[in-house]
């Protein structure tokens, strides 16, 4: 890295500058190799970009083109050799780039980053590490979740296989979530389970990134919740509340723990604990400008008030969630809140309202591709249709949900599509109903035999055994 006074690194941008001034003046590349004596390679190379290059090769390029080195050194960026405080820097933007601003901007630069580092020999642990850790990232949020998962398993693989402790960041637990995450997006419950307990025990709190660990926690929360373990995520969060309340500097990280607890109050019924902490979350999100947040908050605090009976109280709080949909950048979120106003509209008799706002909610889960509320969504929207006597179109968006469900195996949504199947077909006399209704019974066996060990491991996890 000494010769950085020689050696000048050329972007894709300054490359595809010497590439328009060649074509500008109609010559090849092997002609202007013999006119300033570069081989036609380096030209090549050069007009590629993203390599380094000789300054002596620039000075006869800006020479022939008629500028001074200066010149082109004033108009153009120029990045010179960086050194290992400066790469960790440029990480970190990356980083930035990915999660909070431009996505294709963070990738380009890491793309970038990589070309140098392998010009440059750079062979650091982490900075060989990061990049994959960074790609993995890029891709769950494109939902390309194959990639995704190679990305993140590959970290995890070099890690494993070092026999020295090159985990400064405690990427393998960021990596093993980041596939928990993936698994989860898809469903795959056991297998989003099994991950996120891997990266509980591979966390090392001697590391870095403590905020991992939390973020850990809560994905395991999540996942407990879809697996209807409610009482055992119920207890993880409220141990990780009381351990955390004082060192989880985020607020972002305090509420969606907050979120998870609200969620799991309202599931056993618990609603004015429930209420309780809505309205903490909400003085919260509202201070530090959460708008997600505050959208989910205003939802949950919807569902409580339906849950209890007070339908004027959910819509409104259902409504101030919506007037906030434009703010959110998780858009998926409005499906849910979309999803319930349109029942408590049918329960206070506006059925025609409340029957335009799930076809919206069951646009915004096809248009998200989000199948599990896509399928409760559908479910809604039959039950409004089942009220207003049309009973054949209701049929009709209960096979596509059960279509769906029995692909995802939604087991509990399921049981509810048979459900509602069988009460059309019985009666409307439908040549379908002996073939639901067989079909209803062996699923209620399976269900049965799977909530009876749910209970008894529930139990167990009470007891502490």
Not at 66 to 87: L, N, R, W, Y
Not at 103 to 127: H, T
Not at 360 to 370: F, I, M, N, P, S
Not at 380 to 405: C, G, P, T
Request: with cysteine.
């Amino acid at each position: 890295m000494g010769n950085s006074t020689n050696s000048i690194f050329v972007t894709a941008e300054l490359g595809a500058m010497f590439k328009n001034e060649r074509k500008a003046r109609e010559i090849s590349q092997l002609e202007l190799s013999d006119e300033i004596g570069i081989a036609n390679s380096t030209i090549s190379k050069i007009e590629k970009g993203v390599c380094k290059t000789n300054k002596v090769y620039l000075e006869k390029l800006c020479s022939y083109y008629g500028m001074s080195i200066d010149e082109f050194s004033a108009h153009h960026t120029i990045q010179p050799v960086i050194d290992k405080a400066d790469t960790r820097l440029q990480l970190m933007a990356i980083e930035y780039d990915i999660d909070l601003m431009d996505l294709e901007q963070g990738i380009e630069d890491l793309r970038q980053f990589e070309e140098y580092s392998k010009l440059e020999g750079i062979k650091e642990s982490l900075l060989v590490l990061f990049p994959y850790y960074l790609r993995g990232k890029y891709y769950e949020k494109k939902r390309k979740w194959n990639s995704a998962l190679e990305q993140y398993g590959t970290v995890v693989q070099i890690i494993n296989s070092s026999i020295e402790n090159i985990d400064e960041e405690n990427l393998k637990s960021a990596c093993l979530n980041g596939m928990a995450r993936v698994y989860l997006r898809q469903n795959y419950l056991d297998e989003a389970l099994a991950y996120v307990d891997l990266g509980i025990e591979a966390f090392n709190p001697d590391s870095k990134r403590h905020h991992i660990q939390y973020n850990l926690w809560i994905n395991k929360a999540i996942i407990l919740e879809r697996l209807n373990r409610d009482v055992e995520a119920l207890l993880l969060v409220e141990s990780v509340c009381e351990r955390g309340s004082s060192s989880i500097r985020s607020g972002d990280a305090w509420l969606n723990l907050l979120l998870i607890r609200i969620e799991l109050l309202n599931k056993l019924g618990r609603y004015d604990e429930a209420i309780h902490y809505v309205q903490e979350g909400l003085f919260l999100a509202r201070v530090d400008g959460l708008y997600d947040h505050a959208f989910d908050l205003w939802s949950s605090l919807g569902e409580s008030y339906a849950q209890k009976g007070l339908m004027v109280n959910a819509e409104l709080c259902y409504q101030s969630a919506l007037k906030l949909e434009g703010k959110i950048k998780r858009k998926h979120l409005a499906i849910k809140t979309h999803t319930h106003l349109g029942v408590v509209h049918c329960e206070c008799g506006k059925l025609k309202l409340g029957q335009s706002t799930l076809v919206k909610a069951v646009q915004l889960a096809r248009e998200y591709k989000d199948v599990q509320r896509l399928v409760k969504s559908l479910i809604s929207l039959s039950q409004s249709l089942v009220m207003q006597n049309k009973d054949m179109e209701a049929y009709k968006h209960l096979i596509e949900a059960r279509s769906i469900s029995k692909e995802y195996n939604f087991g509990t949504l399921t049981f509810t599509v048979l459900l509602n199947m069988s009460d059309i077909c019985k009666r409307n006399k439908l040549p379908d109903y002996q073939k639901v209704i067989e079909e209803f019974q062996e699923l209620s066996i399976r269900l049965l035999k799977r909530d009876r060990a749910l209970m008894t491991h529930q139990v167990e996890t009470i007891r502490g055994v």
